[in-house]
């Protein structure tokens, strides 16, 4: 199995995002996905299948400003999770996409996380809970097992039913 979880989330207003800013956030969030699963394939082939599981993010489908760069990115993996689910198959090759909703790592508590935060994620979501990264593990954890052996091509959300 091959999990594929990079991440650069740097906020700026559309308007400022620079070429630079722009082929970084893609270099960050989209690249590794891509050349990491194209590395791994062969072998995973010549064993017989494999699972490649990549991390996308609810942001793309929510209604988020000042990450422009990252949420096109983002949005990418999963065109990239499509395409290479198709082309990887017939070598018994998995690949889908977990999509997060709002996880509250020590990154997210230690300051992105507000009480007006909260309040709209209590908005957003169906169920008023605060996800961790071990709801996230459980589901990469199927996807990378065998009773997930139908299971490709797809984005699994993970977000609480925020989308």
Known sequence: ??????ADDRRMPSSEVSVSDW???????????????Q???PAMAANGGG??????????HTNFVHL?????SKAGIEGLTRTLARELGRAGISVNCVIPGWIMTERQRGGLVTAEV????????????RLAPADVARLVLWLAAEHSRGATGQGWVVGAGWM
């Open 118 to 129: 909260l309040a709209a994620l209590d908005a957003a979501q169906s169920l008023t809970i």
């Open 51 to 60: 699972s490649i599981i990549n991390l996308g993010s609810v942001s793309a």
């Open 23 to 37: 082929d970084d956030a893609v270099v960050a969030n989209l690249r590794p996905h891509f050349f990491a699963a």
């Open 68 to 72: 422009a760069a990252y949420l096109a």
């Open 39 to 41: 590395a791994v394939a």
């Open 1 to 6: 199995m091959l999990v594929n979880n990079a």
